[in-house]
């Protein structure tokens, strides 16, 4: 299958997102199109370079103390591991002429990217992403950023790469939890640009979990365009790139109740929407039956880890935390039809605290097996 070739604007130039099945064995001709590099330094996590390191390092011509390696758990994505990763290139003598290789899923990206953007004042990056959220979401757009107790997200910069390089075979050495995870955000792309693609989701979404090679060659450069399409129009979210944030207002609740150690990223997103589906039609925007076909395709992705046992009033505070609320002022994506979304800013209270009451039992009246507040 040929590589697609995705171009990506920024306000520090544009770059490319080159995205096909084996794409990783041209990795090195791709780098070197970019320039020439004092130096090239990994970072990764220690499991993620067990399952990929061979076949992402051949070739590269970096030395192996150049490998950087960090704790990638969401519960670990701190100022501290900026701070590690920063004094491990300070060590080497990582200099301005020097590039990071971000190898790895959305933990990965995010903290070395924002590594990238800090080291000396900003050293360039590529993002070779490694789980089907990074593929098809975060590694496009340039945000980086890491957790504070106090929310998700809330210290960061937009920092484009020079470069993503997405192969769907480095996902088969991907546990099936992140993968059906990473699927939530494929479904996010579906309900707010692309009613076709949800069509197909509900047809396909067996050989989809599967890892069909053909459904998934074709799934993740149409998802990267969406992407794509979006960043380039809006690059620091003042506007259309809000929409990418669909079901992410309660998502970001949820890990952040729950101290970043109950949900994958993937996981809470697919809780959110679902969230946000009830919301659309509490609020006479979102049609019932976009609202069934939403938790209808949420549900195929698997069990979730319940919802967590906390009140509503809890998770308010914690969405007025998220760094998308204006003056605590809670604002929401919602879908008014299949393939479209906006932003809403007046939304009652109260609509949203019965939302977060009455979702884990919608669900699970629905569902007995994706799980329900204990």
């Known amino acids: 299958m040929k590589a697609a070739r995705i171009r990506v604007q920024s306000s520090a130039g544009p770059y490319t997102v080159v995205a096909g099945t084996g794409i990783i064995r041209q990795a090195p001709h791709e780098i070197a199109a970019l320039g020439k590099f004092s130096s090239i330094h990994i970072v990764s996590s220690a499991k993620v370079w067990r399952a990929v390191g061979k076949i992402v390092g051949r070739g590269l011509g970096f030395a192996k103390r150049n490998i950087h390696l960090f704790n990638d758990a969401e519960s670990a994505k701190h100022l501290g591991s900026v701070e590690q990763i920063a004094r491990a290139l300070c060590r080497v003598g990582a200099d301005r002429k ?158 952040s109740i729950t101290h970043y150690r109950r949900y994958q990223h993937g996981e809470a997103v697919a809780w959110g929407m679902m969230a946000a589906a009830f919301l659309g039609h509490e609020l006479h925007l979102t049609p019932a039956e976009d609202v069934s076909r939403i938790i209808s395709l949420v549900r195929r992705l698997g069990p979730l880890p319940p919802w967590p046992s906390v009140p509503p009033a809890a998770l308010l505070k914690a969405m007025r935390s998220d760094k998308k609320a204006r003056g605590g002022v809670l604002r929401f994506v919602l879908s008014p039809r299949m393939g479209q979304a906006h932003t809403y800013d007046s939304v009652p209270q109260l609509a949203v605290e019965r939302v977060l009451h009455f979702t884990p039992r919608l669900v699970l009246a629905a569902s007995g097996h994706l799980g329900a507040a204990k």
């Open 98 to 255: 020097s590039l990071i290789v971000a190898v790895g899923g959305g933990v990965v990206g995010d903290v070395a990217g924002f590594a990238a953007a800090s080291y000396l004042r900003g050293v360039a990056l590529v993002h070779i992403p490694t789980t089907l959220v990074a593929q098809v979401d975060s590694s496009i757009g340039g945000k980086t950023g890491v957790n504070l107790p106090e929310g998700k997200n809330l210290v960061g910069a937009f920092y484009p790469p020079r470069l993503v390089i997405t192969d769907p075979d480095l996902l088969r050495t991907l546990p099936d939890r992140e993968f059906r995870g990473g699927l939530a955000e494929v479904i996010k792309h579906a309900v707010i640009a692309d009613a076709p693609m949800f069509s197909l989701l509900e047809k396909n979404m067996d050989c989809v979990l599967e890892r069909d090679p053909d459904a998934l060659g074709s799934l993740i450069p149409r998802n990267a365009q969406i992407k794509a399409r979006v960043v380039s129009r809006d690059e620091h979210e003042s506007g259309l790139r809000e929409i990418l944030n669909f079901g992410h207002t309660f998502a970001h609740a949820l890990e």
